[in-house]
């Protein structure tokens, strides 16, 4: 047959001749070889940004040391108009509260008990690496306030419910409440868990102004210290925190089959004899 014929055999047959310079149809395409590529980009930047916010949040936090400092001890507007605010509201309940919270937040339970009583509960749970982030975090977040409490060494208001330490700002109390709120917040990504570590940090920043141990501006820089040191941290063992908690959430999803399938009610026998027929 010749080419003529061939090429009317091809029209015929409703399928056109493949031209000699045309790509073959199978050829792998650049998007799966970028993939792998995208993907560590992706991975990059989301650890870049926690390491970021939590350097500008310590950085915002001197910031505003050297800015109380630089005024002389004198107190800001915003310091003294809380510090006036905060008078009003004084009652029973509000130091019991204030008191309550004082224990919780600082001395040998706050900086002892509470982080050592968290991470063995996380031991428990299987989360070795995030009984060791909590710990890194509440440690690191306690060296970091003592050092800028010596550089800045801002005096505390005069009238205080509580004996304190050496040093105004930042507040020890509400970094500590800071940097657990989001240590647990990163151990266990619930909307409900950072909710109510926000509440915590809010209502310690409230009670140590109430308590006169602390200026508002110092529990802004506490604040800011904790959450960001805490972030810090969270880059560092991001990627083994990551896997544990993957590896946690399985394990809760297979509990929670077992116990689904636990209480299943199998089918019931039928009655008579072995061919399935039923006794009369």
Known sequence: MGSDERDAADAS??????????????????????????????????????????????????????VVTIRNGILVDLDEEWAEEILTIHGPFGDFLALTMNWL??????????????????????????????????????????????????????????????????????????TIAVALGVIVPRVA????????????????????????TDTIGGALVGAGVALVVWTVLAKPLERERLAWGERRADAARARAEAHVTPPAKPRGGGDGSTTL
């Open 13 to 66: 047959d409703g399928v056109p001749a493949a031209s000699p310079d045309a790509p073959p149809t199978d050829a792998p395409g650049p998007g799966p070889a970028l993939e792998p590529r995208l993907e560590r980009r992706a991975h990059a930047f989301s650890r870049r940004v926690p390491l970021v916010a939590g350097l500008v949040a310590v950085g915002l936090a001197a910031l505003l040391g050297l």
């Open 105 to 178: 937040g600082g001395g040998v339970v706050g900086v002892f008990i509470i982080p050592v009583l968290v991470a063995v509960l996380l031991l428990v749970s299987r989360r070795p690496w995030g009984a060791l982030y909590f710990i890194v975090a509440s440690a690191a977040s306690a060296l970091v306030v003592q050092l800028l409490k010596e550089l800045f060494g801002r005096a505390r208001p005069e009238d205080m419910m509580v004996t304190s330490d050496y040093g105004s700002f930042p507040s020890g109390h509400v970094a500590n409440a800071a």
């Open 193 to 216: 868990v950072w909710i109510a570590g926000a509440c915590y940090t809010v209502l310690m920043a409230i009670s140590r102004t109430y308590l006169g141990a602390h200026w508002i």
